[in-house]
């Protein structure tokens, strides 16, 4: 199942991605600005997305835990992105040997635009990528 994340849900974040303190995930989470979905499975968050969205939209995180990766459900968290923000451009940042995330990232329709070199603290490349969504229709 697929929903909006509650600060109920967060408590299972917390216990499986230490990306984000549990302050900044309600943080995040209580924020209009902020898209937040969850991936669920018997009632539990095994999956997450969270995107900032302004003029455009930028990925902040996503995440499944291990054991639920490889059945679709980052693939189904980023189509809801995709599909929320139809008529905005949508922009990511992905480590450049992240091949999984690329690869899903790239069938989703996301193009790269440049690389930051060094990005990361172990000297990992980051790949800058976005979606061109459709355009608003004018009145």
Known sequence: MLKKLSLQDIKYIVNWDNHFSLKQLENMISNIN?????????????????????????????YVESEYRHQGYATRLMNTLVKTYENK????????????AITLYKKIGFICTHERLNYYPNKDTAIIMKKQNKAKKQN
């Open 34 to 62: 902020y898209f937040h979905y969850g991936i669920f499975n018997d009632q539990v968050v095994v999956g997450y997305i969270l995107a900032s969205v302004s003029d455009d939209v930028d990925l902040v995180w996503i």
């Open 89 to 100: 451009t949508i922009w990511l940042e992905v480590n450049k040997n992240n091949d999984v």
